[in-house]
């Protein structure tokens, strides 16, 4: 019999067999359905599903007040209503002893895609009803665009949502240039859910319209060869001062349109002053640029002049501000699109994440579905979430953020549900340190995942194919039923059940669930969301009819010009979210910060370690750590489809052949890749589709210290390997793709300790 689910990665029918899920079919509705579908086939029901509560030993017996075994101990199997006395009764001595502040509720994004049974917002809401707690704001993705952009030209979620739609591409760009590409893999998934994947049919129909495609990048393959596109290939991390350098052209062979700058932006002269070496000494010509991203001068001018003579479309990847001063970058882009004077033309302009998630670029109509209420956090405190290591590690200490300053609170207890941060985080060898101090970790999880591992109380939970929900998203056209497919695996429950289950230990259950189940949930959700619709001027169907159905589409709503075309022709009647109201090139705001890390208006800022630069005698090689093709994450690593682009059971790792060469290395060998933070496993691959220092290991391997002396990660997880510093001081993002390593081959006795063949 065959179900239908949603998952992060799209809308799918489940075929079950005897309470095992035997095979999974992408739905008529999607053109283009996504490769790592796959994973759900045996990673459901893998073997390294929990079974049923376990508490570590050495927290159970208090043989290990120091959790120096956290990560390392064995587990002891209890029913549920030890598991739950024990969590409640630890949460109940930390608030009363510490103060809810003291308790960290980590929850970190790409659950459920259901609007019910999605983990954060039954922990939030549990943990809101006990007083509150300790939170992570902007995301491991986005954290320096999220803060930038504001100050600069809009808010992220508008900027996500609203901006240039990929049908204004087809149909008027001329010239679409894509810094750190476009690249597919990451447009198989979209927050929340996807029923329709068009990225990739899109871009190819703006191709065959005439759209020429420029993917600045160190790697090939971040723009397909379906779209033809043109490589040129700058170090990574070098991107502002290629930009600056074309801003520079456009400033001196008089390209620029300064009746756009004078009308619709603030703060032009200062950052001009910078452009031409007034205020610093140092003319940011194509020369300059050329000696700090090797890509040649002569290719960065002519781009200039093309860009500034066709309908041009700016952007740049997500990764590029997930690096050392990952802010400027994305500054830098739109004061280049203001130069161009193009923003608000449609089809031109500026934008960012195109293929970074499936709905980035669509023009569907945007409809806020109700979702759970998680009501207000009463302890009214948040970290940038990457900076949990230095929280846990560095209790009263402060740092600064978007202007204001920030001191950690003393956390002594962890509880997650949903996400994986030995993935998301950076330097894990650094955060197996902090996540030892905090004297309880409590977790719900399906598998065991290394978050499992490194907890002290872990409660089984449900995945969305062992229960029903309603995939709803913002961005998604579609309501889909998540049917319930195979019953509770072994003793799980939802994390509804669990946070029910501790709500009635701590007294207050009614609050908690108002006397609902899972269907009453479901279903007033689904009457709130068609108030919504109403106020919209249309209606969903029958709750029941819903049922019956299994999908809802809403009506479309036809979306003319660009979306800052009313900005453009009047900033003074449209204007802009920004204090000044329009495109703060320099920013009085973030000027009076004074961040040294920071500064008023875009600039070329020296990473901690580069190619070229600091660092580069040492560790000659840059190491990429995008999105992988066959898992969103690290989730369903466990799964045969994920295991199956593995090398001796090891994540990939891809080198250019002359790099390799170098190195005595073959395809198919196991390498150590290292740095002075950290080292891991890895399996060669050879791609002349790379720059020639630049190495690419995806994340989401299950992170897997060994065990012995050989200090390394046995699964090839690159976070053993980044740097846990913050973009900068005004948004504290991770810096995880600024990151230099070397890499060698194993040796004959470094394989057998490994256990494996030469």
Not at 51 to 65: F, Q, S
Not at 468 to 476: E, F, G, L, N
Not at 649 to 658: A, C, K, Q, V
């Amino acid at each position: 019999m065959r179900y239908r689910n949603a998952t992060q990665w799209g809308v799918y029918d489940v075929e079950v067999k005897d309470g095992r899920i035997v095979d999974v079919f992408a739905i008529d509705e999607d053109p283009d359905p996504a490769e790592i579908r796959h994973t759900l086939r045996d990673g459901v029901q893998h073997s390294s599903r929990i079974k049923t509560p376990a508490i570590r030993r050495g927290w159970l017996e208090g043989t290990d007040p120091e959790n120096s075994l956290r990560g390392a101990d064995e587990f002891v199997d209890v029913s549920w209503d030890v598991a739950l006395g024990y969590a409640a009764k630890e949460l109940s001595r930390v608030k009363e002893t510490y103060g809810n502040r003291s308790i960290f509720a980590g929850s970190y994004g790409w659950a459920s895609a259901g609007r019910f049974h999605h983990a954060q917002s039954q922990l939030h809401r549990f943990i809101n009803f006990m007083g509150g707690c300790t939170r992570a704001m902007n995301s491991y993705s986005t954290a320096a665009a999220q803060v930038i952009l504001p100050h600069v030209i809009a808010p992220w979620g508008q900027m996500e949502l609203e901006q240039t739609s990929l049908e204004d591409v087809i149909n008027h760009t001329e010239l679409f240039i894509a810094f750190g590409g476009l690249p597919s893999r990451n447009a198989q998934v979209a927050y929340g859910g996807i029923t329709e994947h068009r990225t990739a049919i899109d871009l190819q129909r703006a191709h065959k319209a005439g759209t020429a495609f420029v993917n600045v990048s160190p790697v090939r393959h971040d723009v397909a060869d379906a779209l033809d596109p043109r490589w040129i290939v700058p170090r990574p991390g070098t991107d502002v001062a290629v930009m600056l350098a074309m801003a520079y052209v456009l400033e001196t062979q008089n390209l620029a349109d300064r009746k756009f700058l004078a009308m619709h932006c603030v703060g032009y002269e200062r950052f001009q002053s910078y452009l031409l070496g007034q205020t610093d000494g140092q003319a940011k010509t194509p020369q300059w640029a050329s000696e700090i991203s090797s890509i040649a001068a002569s290719t960065i001018e002519s781009l200039a002049i093309e860009a500034a003579g066709k309908r041009t479309f700016l952007t740049a990847a997500w990764s590029l501000q997930r690096a050392d001063h990952g802010e400027q970058p994305y500054w830098m882009l739109v004061t280049l699109a203001a130069m161009l004077g193009q923003i608000g033309l449609t089809g031109g302009g500026v934008g960012f994440g195109y293929s970074a998630e499936g709905f980035v670029g669509s023009n569907w109509r945007r409809f806020n579905w109700a979702a759970v209420s998680k009501g207000k956090n009463p302890a009214d405190f948040a970290i940038p979430v990457a900076r949990i290591a230095d929280m846990l590690l560095n209790p009263g200490e402060s740092i600064s953020y978007d202007g204001r300053d920030i001191t950690y609170p003393d956390t002594r207890l962890i509880y997650w549900a949903g996400g994986n941060p030995f993935h998301h985080h950076q330097d894990l060898n650094r955060l197996t340190k902090a996540w030892r101090r905090p004297d309880t970790v409590i977790v719900n999880e399906p598998w065991w995942t290394p978050t499992a591992q490194w907890a002290d109380i872990v409660f089984p939970a449900t995945t969305s194919f062992e229960r029903t929900d309603i995939c709803a998203s913002s961005h998604d056209p579609y309501a889909h039923l998540m049917q319930q497919a195979i019953p509770p695996q072994f003793d799980a429950r939802s994390d509804y059940e669990i946070f029910s289950g501790l709500a009635d230990k701590l007294g207050f259950a009614d609050k908690f669930t108002q006397g609902k189940g899972e269907m009453e949930w479901l279903q007033d959700l689904w009457r709130r969301s068609n108030e919504r619709a109403k106020a919209q001027g249309f209606e969903l169907p029958d709750f029941d009819e819903f049922l019956e159905k299994g999908s809802y589409q809403i009506p479309p709503k036809t979306r003319s010009g660009d979306w800052l075309a009313g900005f453009r022709v009047d900033p003074l009647k449209h204007p802009l979210s920004t204090p000044s109201g329009k495109i703060e090139i320099f920013s009085t705001t973030i000027d009076r910060f004074g961040y040294a890390d920071c500064p008023g208006h875009a600039v070329w800022l020296e990473p901690f370690e580069r190619l070229g630069g600091a660092g580069n005698d040492k560790f000659p090689l840059h190491l990429i750590s995008p999105q992988p093709k066959r898992r969103l994450h690290s989730q369903y690593d466990q799964s045969a489809y994920s295991q199956a682009g593995k090398i001796h059971g090891r994540e990939p790792l891809t080198l250019h052949p002359n790099a390799a060469a170098e190195r005595g290395i073959q395809a198919g060998d196991l390498l150590r890749v290292f740095n002075d933070r950290g080292a891991c496993v890895v399996g060669a691959v050879i791609s002349e589709h790379i720059k020639e220092d630049v190495a690419i290991l995806p994340t989401g391997a299950w992170f897997a210290p060994s065990a012995g002396s050989l200090g390394l990660e046995l699964n090839g997880n690159p976070n053993v390997l980044t740097k846990d510093k913050g973009t900068s001081s005004l948004a504290q993002g991770p810096s995880a793709h600024t990151c230099l390593v070397e890499v060698v081959k194993l040796s004959a006795e470094e394989l057998q300790a490994l256990g494996v063949r030469g």
